[in-house]
T-cell receptor, first 116, second 114 residues
Framework: AQTVTQSQPEMSVQEAETVTLSCTYD???????LFWYKQPPSRQMILVIR??????QNATENRFSVNFQKAAKSFSLKISDSQLGDAAMYFC?????????????FGKGITLSVRP | KAGVTQTPRYLIKTRGQQVTLSCSPI?????VSWYQQTPGQGLQFLFE???????NKGNFPGRFSGRQFSNSRSEMNVSTLELGDSALYLC?????????????FGPGTRLTVT
């Protein structure tokens, strides 16, 4: 079974600074998707960024980018120019491409606070 | 385009009762997944439905069940509620069952069992 680990429960960043959220996962599969989801205090979970394991190039979405290290099974999220609206809980998630199982396996999440 | 909607948003039940939660996916989406979110266990997969058929099921007891209707709306039911069932229940919809499609989450139903 796959597992996703987010070892830092909380992080804080100064507005306009850069912060990196860590995530590691364990799997024996070679093809899969990895995601970062954001859950603001209003609780609506939204997708921040997605990475396909077969792609070597790290995904980027505006101020959000990932550092995907497949061999190390590491998938960190970098937020540049942090904004107050980035304050939320962030979840790292894994989706297998094996079989028909489309479930997401989530990490425990990390609470990010942004200091003005 | 309207997002995923879940009703009710908040619910208080007592132990032993049963509850039904509803999820309306984004128009055109045919796959619906359910997740339970608790502070202790985090987000855990309950089940997934596609075209009225349950495709996958997580490791939850048989008290947790669900179904999907022909219009893709989905309900989940929890019978004989226990205190530990208190959680935020999230529904996510996807255009199809293909794994490349993104899941869009609803706001959740906050269930409190007393």
């Amino acid at each position: 079974a796959q597992t996703v680990t987010q070892s830092q429960p909380e992080m804080s960043v100064q507005e306009a600074e850069t912060v990196t959220l860590s995530c590691t996962y364990d799997t024996s599969e070679s093809d899969y998707y990895l995601f970062w989801y954001k859950q603001p205090p209003s609780r609506q979970m939204i997708l921040v960024i997605r990475q396909e394991a077969y792609k070597q190039q790290n995904a980027t979405e505006n101020r959000f980018s990932v550092n995907f290290q497949k061999a190390a099974k590491s998938f960190s999220l970098k937020i540049s120019d942090s904004q107050l609206g980035d304050a939320a809980m962030y979840f790292c998630a894994y989706r297998s491409l094996t079989g028909a199982n489309s479930k997401l396996t989530f990490g425990k999440g990390i609470t990010l606070s942004v200091r003005p | 385009k309207a997002g995923v909607t879940q009703t009710p948003r908040y619910l208080i039940k007592t132990r032993g009762q049963q509850v039904t939660l509803s999820c309306s996916p984004i128009s055109g989406h045919r796959s619906v997944s359910w997740y339970q979110q608790t502070p202790g266990q985090g987000l855990q997969f309950l089940f997934e439905y596609f075209s009225e058929t349950q495709r996958n099921k997580g490791n939850f007891p048989g008290r947790f069940s669900g179904r999907q209707f022909s219009n893709s709306r989905s309900e989940m039911n929890v019978s004989t509620l226990e205190l530990g069932d208190s959680a935020l229940y999230l529904c996510a919809s996807s255009r199809s069952a293909e794994l490349s499609y993104e899941q869009y989450f609803g706001p959740g139903t906050r269930l409190t069992v007393t």
